[in-house]
């Protein structure tokens, strides 16, 4: 039988405590064991960025962690950037933008944006695109992600 190992952790500030077996990545013990499917799974070997969440407000590859090493810390993941039945300031820029199509890229890259606007990113194009370029998009070609988080970054400097 798989050992499991005592955690606790918050995660979109709420306290959990759990007993996972010490190979779970912290990307399955988000999506299997709390049913926070906006972290995506993709590559599954740290390149695409899909399953990015914040620990301790730096983003991370969750695919990368397991579980047992978010112990004691704190995860954010892209439910824990909406409000609740709308949409955040950043996900409505990403709508204007037309900045997603099928979206699976969406939740890693809003959770990377929104680490790069808190720590007062700039509303400056080159900026924007070196902060995600650890986020791979099939779809859209980056233009609108960068053009929406841009828009976004010019309006929290106006306010
Ligand atoms: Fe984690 Fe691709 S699924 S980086
Ligand atoms: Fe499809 Fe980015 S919108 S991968």
New binding site residues.
């Given amino acids: 039988m798989t050992e499991r190992l005592a955690i606790s952790l918050t995660i979109n500030g709420q306290s959990h405590g759990a007993r996972v077996p010490a190979r779970l990545t912290l990307a399955d013990f988000l999506r299997q064991e709390l049913g926070l499917t906006g972290t995506h799974l993709g590559c599954e070997h740290g390149v695409c960025g899909a399953c990015t969440v914040l620990l301790n407000g730096e983003p991370v590859r969750a695919c990368l962690m397991f579980a047992v090493q978010a112990d004691g810390q704190s995860i954010t993941t892209v439910e824990g950037l909406t409000p609740e039945g709308e949409l955040s300031s950043l996900q409505q820029r990403f709508c204007e933008h037309h900045a997603?199509?099928?979206?699976?890229?969406?939740s890693g890259?809003i959770v990377t944006a929104e680490a790069y606007l808190r720590k007062g990113g700039r509303p400056d194009p080159d900026a924007v695109r070196h902060a995600i370029s650890g986020n791979?998009?099939?779809?859209?070609g980056y233009q609108p992600i960068v053009e929406a988080i841009v828009d976004e970054a010019a309006r929290r400097g106006e306010s």
């Fill in positions: 997603l199509q099928c979206g699976f890229c969406t890259m791979i998009c099939r779809c859209t």
